[in-house]
């Protein structure tokens, strides 16, 4: 069984990802790893050049910044990604740059790759999610964040990625895809609040045109962590390949959550969702199966 991993990046320092520590995370379980980097205004490259493995394979891409809407430019640099691995990878494990692998995962994920190789019935695997918060103590909880995404597919041209790159479709189709006990960690909402504040004003240049960003105050000012409606305390053990990271982070976040905050329909869908664990509404872009079909 050969198993590439793919990702993306642009300007990895300037706004603070993780990428480092994300591929590290990779390459345990992968043959190779397949890294497309954007024309940046850092020193991205030599930071993925800095990492000791020849399993990592570096390419280079331009972005289309005049694509601003939806988010659709990170679909096509995914797809860019995607084509580059080898011809006879068996499975591509796409990660995106803020997100990890914890080492707890790697058990299930090459167990699941390796039961249902010869299985054309599956077509990837849905990875369950944790998405941290103002610092690397808290995760959200908030119903604006999704539980789960694909994050391996099968080596089939036919699969590429959708929308803004959240997910992945199979010739516009949702996959049929085995949910694994696995997690991704994602840090996209751990950074200094400046540095956040920066990096969503650059991502709502993939969404919207300048004028419209000119018109939003609040992308004008250090982000307000405080804005989320649900959040717990983290107390498990974080990646191995994060702790460095963690200890050199430089700023404190104490969640200040008011209930007023929560609108009355919010606080419904949450009772519910605690009482049974089903989220009301839940966007999925996926077909759960729960065995291979033979």
């Known amino acids: ?49 800095s990492i000791q493995s020849d399993k990592i394979k570096i390419h280079h891409s331009v972005w289309d910044d ?28 796409y990660l995106q740059a803020d997100e990890v692998i914890p080492e707890s995962s790697y058990g299930a994920i090459q167990e699941s790759m390796k039961n249902f190789q010869k299985d054309i019935a599956v077509e990837g695997f849905l990875f369950k999610y944790l998405h941290f918060f103002g610092s690397y103590s808290y995760v959200a909880s908030s119903r604006d964040f999704y539980r789960h995404e694909i994050r391996i597919i099968r080596n089939d041209p036919q699969i590429n990625s959708y929308k803004d790159a959240q997910g992945f479709r199979k010739n516009g189709l949702k996959l049929k895809v085995i949910a694994i006990d696995a997690f991704i960690y994602h840090y996209g909402w751990v950074r200094h609040p400046q ?26 000012e250090s982000f307000d ?3 989320i409606d649900a959040i717990d305390l983290f107390k498990d053990a974080h990646p191995k390949v994060m702790l460095e990271r963690i200890s050199t982070k430089n700023w404190d976040f104490i969640p200040n959550l008011k209930s007023s905050r929560v609108s009355f329909r919010k606080k419904i869908l949450y009772f519910i969702e605690q009482l049974t664990g089903y989220r009301l509404g839940e966007y999925k872009n996926y077909q759960r199966i729960k065995h291979a079909k033979n």
Not at 41 to 46: C, G, H, I, K, V
Not at 73 to 87: N, P, R, W, Y
Not at 211 to 218: A, D, N, R, S, V
């Open 195 to 220: 540095t956040m504040s920066e990096k969503i004003k650059h991502f709502h240049q993939l969404w919207h045109s300048d004028e419209w960003i000119q018109t939003q105050k609040q992308l004008n």
């Open 225 to 227: 962590y405080n804005a």
């Open 66 to 93: 005049s694509l601003r809407e939806g988010g659709k430019v990170l679909a096509i640099e995914t797809d860019k990604a995607k084509q580059l691995v080898s011809k006879k990878a068996d499975w591509c494990i």
């Open 1 to 49: 069984m050969f198993v590439s991993g793919f990702t993306i990046v642009r300007n990895a320092v300037k706004y603070d990802y993780p990428v480092v520590e994300s591929i590290l995370s990779l390459l345990p379980i992968c043959d190779e790893v397949i890294v497309l980097i954007g024309q940046s205004e850092d020193y991205t490259l030599a930071l993925i050049e």
